[in-house]
């Protein structure tokens, strides 16, 4: 129970990744404060579950581009549970695939806004409530590799997330460790929507482990990277891709 008395915020904690990490943390006795944007019955059936395993959670709806929700979610989390020792911020997604010829400025400023600006005001909302403890980002290797067709708006702003966890790590060291994930293909409800199944069966044949990744891949990385064993590790963007792109 390495976690045992502290406190967790996961952003869009409703599926896939952002469940899983709630789900770990919560498995190693964290408390668990669960935003989502629309994702209702996946955070209810997650706090649920957290319950029923004798741990404490709850879920907020919150647009966390908007630095109200954020701050929201926060209030609620130190009111809730006294604390934030750890935050997750896994929210984002692709929205939709378009060229460079294709986007209009509001698309791009939203795609900017659901992976960036929310990791941003998230940082910015957690900080005056936390002594200690770690931020874990969640990029891309989009952002290593400047993603597939049409996400050139999704790639960019994953590399700010893969910059700004530099930068993070560097003005809030040494009490704070911040670090990131560069997940590659991940069997998550992103790939049923955006990816073709034939790509993801070429990823998974060309893929020296042979599989797509698994949301618990990446919540057990999260939590190594959130407790003490990595406690030498800050400013670090982890490749976890199946050996797919070796950085």
Known sequence: MRFKGKTAIVTGGGRDIGRACAMKLAG?????????????????????????????????????????????????????????????????GLIARKTIAEMSLDHWRAVMDLNLTSTFLMVKACLPHMDSGAIVNIASQAGRDGGGPGAVAYATSKGAVITMTRGLAKELGPKIRVNALCPGMIDTEFHNVHTAPEARRNVEAASPVKRQGTPEDIAHLVAFLAGEEAGFMTGVNVDINGGMLFS
């Open 28 to 92: 190693e006795g964290a408390n668990v404060a669960i935003n989502y944007f629309s994702s209702s019955s996946g955070a209810d059936e997650t706090v649920r579950a957290i319950e029923a395993q004798g741990g404490k959670a709850f879920a907020m709806q919150g647009d966390l581009n908007l630095p109200g929700d954020a701050e929201a979610l926060v209030k609620k989390t130190v009111e809730a549970f006294g604390r934030v020792d750890i935050l997750v911020n896994n929210a984002g």
